[in-house]
């Protein structure tokens, strides 16, 4: 009652997602030690800070998300050195943000970031400054956010989304089971399998016709 006595006790539930600490996100499974942690972290006199700070978070990530689609759209341009952490922080970035709404589930806010993931996932020409398999496997990877966030606390064999996985379907009726710490080392063995299963035969692997 002394530290935040307008909040009722289910804004005070529905908040604590973002102050647990690491990637996972759902109440359910925390441990006392852990839910007792994110309580103290969000009885913190910087709370005001921490809610402003993603809202900065989610301006930022809107804007470089802006910037990737023009200059796919617009430049046919894409720098996967650029997609990578931009791809990683929005994945993190929704976990926390759909769990805080009604328990869980999408948040009108983020509709803004989910359409840009939409016309990057579905863009359907290769862009040039990266490899046709290696944007391939981006695009199916941003495919499979937005298809496990339409149902994001299905359980799988390792977990739902907001335990950090998401499902990628490879190819029609082959499924993946990604975690999010996995994005990295997951992109390049999917850019490859994919080189080798479509592109082996025209291109060597650094893009170069035979």
């Known amino acids: 009652m002394g530290k935040k006595p307008h909040l009722r006790f289910g804004q005070i539930v529905s908040a604590l997602p973002r102050y647990v600490k690491g990637r996972r996100c759902d109440l359910f499974y925390l441990e006392e030690d852990e839910m007792l ?82 016309v990057f996932a579905f863009y359907r020409n290769y862009p040039r400054s990266i490899l046709p398999w290696e944007f391939e496997a981006c695009q199916k990877i941003a495919e499979g956010l937005l298809q496990t966030l339409q149902s994001p606390t299905r359980p799988g064999y390792r977990g739902n989304f907001y335990d950090g996985i998401i499902v990628v379907t490879e190819y029609i009726h082959v499924e993946h089971e990604v975690h999010i710490s996995e994005f990295d080392s997951y992109l390049d063995e999917l850019a490859k399998e994919y080189y080798e299963d479509h592109f082996s035969e025209e291109y060597d692997e650094n893009g170069v016709l035979w």
């Open 37 to 118: 942690e994110a309580l103290h972290r969000f009885f913190q006199d910087n709370y005001k800070k921490a809610e402003q700070d993603e809202s900065e978070r989610y301006d930022r990530l809107t804007d470089q998300w802006d910037e990737l689609t023009d200059r796919l759209i617009g430049e046919d341009l894409l720098d996967i050195k650029e997609f990578r952490p931009l791809f990683a922080e929005t994945w993190q970035y929704l976990i926390t943000s759909t769990a805080e709404l009604f328990g869980y589930g999408l948040n009108p806010a983020d509709l803004a970031i989910l359409g840009r993931l939409a």
